[in-house]
């Protein structure tokens, strides 16, 4: 995470006490452990759970995944900070323990946070999980739950998925043209994925209805965070679109933490006038590279990085 801190500026808001105070951010994934860097001295921060897979009222996560994300979001340890280290996080499981998952468990995941997302005071979504846009399109169910969750004024922020670089690759549900869709900044950087070698893997744009994609892209390679075994707590280095999206979730859960009026148009419009021009195409960068300085102080991104 030093990396990435360096990278988005993320000091910026630290020095200044911003870190996510107020903001609840919902984690749709393999579930949240609760790792000693998300408790704090009252064990409040994790404040819901949900588990569409084994049924189970517990936070946990075997997968590994969820946790890595949640990390990145909102770690708040004295050795391992994340983004937001003072968000609160809900956690949606919805994938198994070998990371992969069913697409009726996911929409029964997003269903329940249609139902109780007033009751969380959830403001973020963040959705690090898709599927090939050649099996489901925009007219899919998982298309229009997401978009339900945007249009009740939610902030959905979705990975772009693994399986670039060719064209009209970005992961469903990230193909939505509502909801704010994370590509890797850093893909160009081989990293090793699921035993799998990964190199320029960021989904990327146009979608097969030419909705141009990503939005915005995040470091993701070689991302260190949080993981847990069932005796101990412990760190783990990730790569993928998963890791970026939590990056984009956690700069959006300090502007909101700094600025709770903003409505998730007004984030969506914030975000893309403040990123930092990579100088490349649309369909790799998006608008460009979120930076929390410039998201914060509302004013464009003036250098090329």
Not at 44 to 52: C, K
Not at 67 to 82: E, K, M, S
């Amino acid at each position: 995470m030093q990396r990435v801190a360096s990278i988005v500026d993320l000091k910026y808001a630290h020095d200044r006490k911003i870190y996510g105070q107020g903001i609840n951010v919902c984690v749709v994934d393999s579930g949240i452990a609760p790792h000693k860097d998300l408790m704090n001295n009252k064990g409040r921060r994790l404040i819901a759970s949900y588990d569409t897979v084994n049924g189970l009222s517990d936070f946990y996560d075997d997968s590994g995944h969820g946790t890595h994300v949640a990390g990145i979001i909102g770690a708040g340890g004295t050795a391992f900070r994340g983004m937001a280290p003072e968000c609160g996080l809900i956690s949606v499981k919805v994938l198994k323990d070998d990371g992969g998952g069913k697409m009726a468990d996911v929409i029964r995941g997003l269903e329940w946070i249609l139902q109780n997302w007033k009751k969380y005071n959830i403001r973020i979504v963040n959705i690090s999980v898709g599927a090939g846009s050649e099996k489901y399109d925009n007219n899919s169910d998982i298309v229009k739950i997401v978009e339900n969750l945007w249009d009740l004024g939610l902030v959905v922020i979705v990975a772009a998925g693994n399986r670039g670089p060719g064209q009209s690759t970005v992961s469903i549900p990230g193909t939505s043209r509502k909801i704010i869709t994370v590509g890797a900044s850093d893909d160009d950087i081989r990293v090793y994925s699921h035993r799998m070698s990964m190199q320029h893997y960021s989904g990327r744009g146009p979608t097969a209805e030419c909705i141009m994609k990503p939005d915005i892209v995040a470091p993701g390679s070689g991302i260190l965070s949080l993981s847990m075994t069932k005796k101990m707590s412990r760190y783990a280095i990730k790569s993928g679109t998963s890791m970026a999206t939590p990056v984009v979730s956690g700069a959006v859960a300090l502007l909101l933490s700094k600025y709770p009026e903003l409505s998730n148009r007004d984030v969506k419009i914030r975000l893309k006038n403040t990123v930092l021009d990579l100088s490349l195409p649309h369909e790799k960068q998006g608008w460009g590279l979120v930076n929390v300085k410039t998201l914060l102080e509302g004013k464009r991104g003036s250098q090329t990085v």
